[in-house]
């Protein structure tokens, strides 16, 4: 990607983030319409649908981007029909709205619950389980995409390059295991109508807002302690996840195909902490020591497919640091990328 620009507003992050590359508006033209996004009030959601629909409009391909959510946000559906998306409100966990969703080949399940596991467990459970065999009895002939994550594995060796997509999936904790229990309702209605899916094992996904990165520079700036004992992870831009997942629908089959999304790399807790110490002249404070082990992907396999993410480190990391620095705003959703008991 070229150089990328100190971002100011939040109106210019979206432009960023919801930019395509010629490769999208390449690919974009073969995706029939409409292609629906579900769960596309998250935080990466929106971006999504806003990238397919610019994607499209650039390659002059009649594509209508629907998302479905249950858009609490009225100001969130607002800008999304803006940007020409279509907005349908649907609680995903009842039958009957689900059956009236409309007809579609091409699905982007972006669908989950992770935080607050610890005090509501059932409704994670819920979420996790029974919204996707609604979906997948709804399309039983599309080609879904199924938004997962890298928390499906146990923690493995920090020094060996992160867990491939063959590794057993052991995890501890509700989160986690709701997750595996996710990714087997997928298999077994893909088994049973011959569904093409992918599933896509998410390590981090990051914007100037939230996520990993974003959350170690604000404990910088701030001079709160950074806890090292899970002392690496992966991370990608969220502008990059988008893509990868919109190409992933080339990717699908049956039996469902699984792949790690995240940057090939795995990263420092200390170093990154210690260039955004530089970055925001704070010096960081540390507690503990990194521990053998950490929650980490190999993603080798996704990035040869598809090629590999646009968005370097260091360039996530100047955006973020001039964000955090000017007081951007911050959405408040944690990763508690320290967590290594599962429980969130």
Not at 72 to 77: A, E, V
Not at 174 to 200: C, G, H, K, M, Q
Not at 225 to 243: S, Y
Request: aromatic share 8%; glycine share 8%; net charge neutral.
């Amino acid at each position: 990607m070229d150089h990328l620009p100190e971002i100011d507003s939040e109106s210019q992050l979206d432009e960023l983030l919801t930019r395509p590359s010629p490769a999208l508006v390449e690919f974009i033209s073969s995706v029939s319409s409409p292609l629906v996004i579900l769960g596309a009030g998250g935080k990466m959601g929106p971006t999504l649908a806003v990238l397919a629909k610019r994607a499209a409009d650039a390659a002059h391909h009649p594509l209508d981007v629907i998302a479905v959510s249950r858009f609490g946000d009225h100001s969130l559906r607002n800008w999304l029909n803006s940007q020409g998306v279509t907005t349908i409100g649907c609680d995903l966990l009842d039958a009957q709205s689900v059956g009236q969703l409309p007809p579609s080949a091409n699905i982007l399940y972006l669908v989950g619950l992770k935080f607050g596991t610890a005090q509501n467990p059932a409704a994670t459970w819920a979420m996790n389980t029974i919204v996707p065999a609604r979906v997948m009895e709804r399309y039983p002939r599309a080609r879904i995409v199924g938004l997962s994550t890298g928390n499906v594995y146990p923690l493995s060796p920090a020094d060996a390059g992160g867990s491939p997509e063959t590794a057993p999936l052991t995890p501890l904790g509700d989160y986690p295991n709701a997750a595996v229990a996710r990714e087997r309702i997928f298999e077994f209605y893909s088994a049973r109508n011959s569904t093409p899916v992918a599933l896509l094992r998410l390590f981090y996904a990051v914007e100037l807002r939230y996520g990993v990165l974003a959350d170690i520079a604000r404990k910088v700036f701030a001079g709160e302690t950074i806890e090292l004992a899970n002392g690496r992870f992966n991370c990608i831009w969220q502008g990059d996840a988008n893509e990868m997942a919109l190409c992933s629908l080339t990717l699908t089959a049956s039996p469902p195909t699984v792949w790690n999304l995240c940057r090939p790399e795995t990263y420092s807790v200390r170093e990154v902490a210690s260039r955004f110490g530089e970055l925001l002249g704070r010096a960081p404070r540390f507690a503990g020591v990194e521990s053998p082990t950490a929650l980490l992907g190999n993603a080798a396999p996704l990035c040869t497919k598809l090629g590999p993410p646009r968005v370097p480190l260091d360039a996530m990391q100047g955006l973020i640091a001039h964000w955090v620095k000017k007081g951007g705003r911050d959405l408040n959703r944690p990763t508690h990328f320290e967590v290594r008991d599962g429980k969130y």
